[in-house]
């Protein structure tokens, strides 16, 4: 797994250091510094194994929790929404751009409407969330030693300079002299023969494992 991990270029001086830790000490101060910011937040995701379309959203937020997202570039250009933590029953304000702009909501964050094409709810985004997402993995790999950090070249972003790092780990688990007791799914048995395991996705009802209270 690889991260590229750009500094806060509108708050803290790109790092000199290549101690992976005390750059995220560095970050993670940085960002408790913060009551709030305005980012321009490039999204793209993998769901179901599908390469999403690009997404290019103009963010607000404040601390604790409020959010204001408009994407400002095609597909979803136009649509808006507004959470703040404590206002609206928690529910976000969101609308969608072109003709159905006039059509404003109120949904739950984790809504299906919401999480179309979505890993996880909207107010899991901006910095904070995706600073803590990566720092938690690379103290994972610290602390498993399978870290390699490596400094690249400074780059210019919306006209600030920032410095990229390139952080790369194992995301297996295979302790040695032990192999899994089980592969798959959760609650799903597969088969154990080859073939049938070939066979296996293309069945429409799948056989289940009774699911525990």
């Known amino acids: 797994m690889s991260f590229v991990l750009a500094a806060m270029a509108a708050r803290v001086a790109a790092s000199d250091s290549s101690n992976p830790e005390q750059w995220l000490k560095e970050a993670e101060a940085a960002y408790g510094n913060l009551t709030s910011y305005t980012a ?4 793209q995701q993998r769901v179901a194994g599908k390469l999403l379309p690009e997404e290019t959203i103009l963010i607000k937020y404040k601390k604790p929790c409020s959010l204001y ?9 136009g649509s808006e929404l507004l959470y703040v933590e404590g206002w609206n029953g928690n529910r976000i304000r969101a609308h969608r751009g072109g003709i159905l702009r006039f059509i404003t909501r109120n949904l739950d964050p984790s ?32 602390a498993a030693g399978e870290l390699v950090f490596s400094e690249g070249a400074e780059e210019t972003v919306y006209g600030r300079k ?3 790092f390139d952080v790369v780990f194992g995301t ?26 070939l066979a296996y996705p ?3 009802e799948r056989p289940r494992l009774p699911v525990s209270a």
């Open 162 to 164: 920032t410095q990229l």
């Open 69 to 77: 997202m408009r994407w400002v570039r095609a597909p979803y250009t």
């Open 111 to 142: 809504d299906p409407a919401l999480m179309v094409d979505n890993l996880r709810p909207v107010t899991g985004t901006g910095i904070g969330f995706l600073l803590e997402t990566v720092a938690i993995n690379i103290r994972k790999a610290i």
């Open 202 to 204: 293309f069945r429409r």
């Open 40 to 43: 321009i937040f490039h999204k």
């Open 172 to 197: 297996y688990y295979m302790p040695k002299g032990r192999l899994p007791q089980a592969f798959g799914l959760k609650n799903e048995v597969i088969p154990e023969s080859f073939w049938r395991q």
